[in-house]
């Protein structure tokens, strides 16, 4: 008797689908890298903005939480279901957002967690928002701005990420960034 004999594919668990959390400011470039990274990653978009667009037929409308976590999560759920890995655009700024959406029980499915944490200098963040089509209050952009770099909400690896990007969108080197980056992930899941 081999060594492997006696298991069946169902009594190892499955490679852990992967959940990109996309962390910046408005006008940071979350929605652009989102383009970049999906074909990339084999992974679905949900856009924060896309979802209030869906309920309340404009993305500027901030309406009720409550009203677009339940569509947010059953977007998240589908993507999971059909085999796809998720990637989230949003500005994740606060630390208790990003934990109560990667600690929520998935059932049976296993989720890898990875940030991909834009670090746009705010002035970059503020000229790329006024030539944007949805544009964002200034104030909302500086409060999230100073939130991501507070003590209390500064994405770190202890959250649960496996990994946690750093990028600089504004720097000429972007690119050669986020091929960084892949290898990181790329590198991870050879493991």
């Known amino acids: 008797m081999g060594w492997c004999d006696g298991f069946t594919n169902g009594s190892l668990p499955e490679a852990a689908q992967q959940g990109h959390l996309l962390i910046g400011p408005p006008g940071s470039g979350k929605s652009t890298l989102a383009g970049i990274l999906a074909p990339l990653l084999r992974a679905r978009v949900i856009s924060n903005d896309a979802l209030r667009k869906q309920l309340w037929g404009d993305a500027n409308i901030q309406g009720p939480w409550t009203e677009i976590e339940p569509l947010l999560h059953e977007a ?31 059932g ?28 964002v209050p200034e104030q909302v952009i500086h409060a ?21 990007i750093r990028l600089n969108p504004a720097s000429s080197d972007h690119n050669d960034q986020i091929n960084r980056a892949l290898q990181t992930i790329l590198g991870h899941e050879e493991r």
Do not use: Y
Not at 79 to 105: K, S, Y
């Open 144 to 164: 999230m701005h100073r939130t991501l770099t507070s003590r209390a909400d500064r994405p770190d690896t202890r959250e649960g990420f496996s990994s946690l």
């Open 108 to 135: 049976v499915r296993r989720l890898k967690w990875i940030g991909w944490w834009l670090q746009t200098p705010l002035d970059r963040c503020l000229a790329w928002n006024r030539s944007r089509e949805r544009i």
């Open 76 to 106: 998240i759920d589908s993507a999971l279901a059909a085999g796809e890995n998720v990637l989230l655009d949003a500005t994740h700024a606060q630390l208790c957002w990003r934990q109560r959406l990667m600690h929520r029980d998935l």
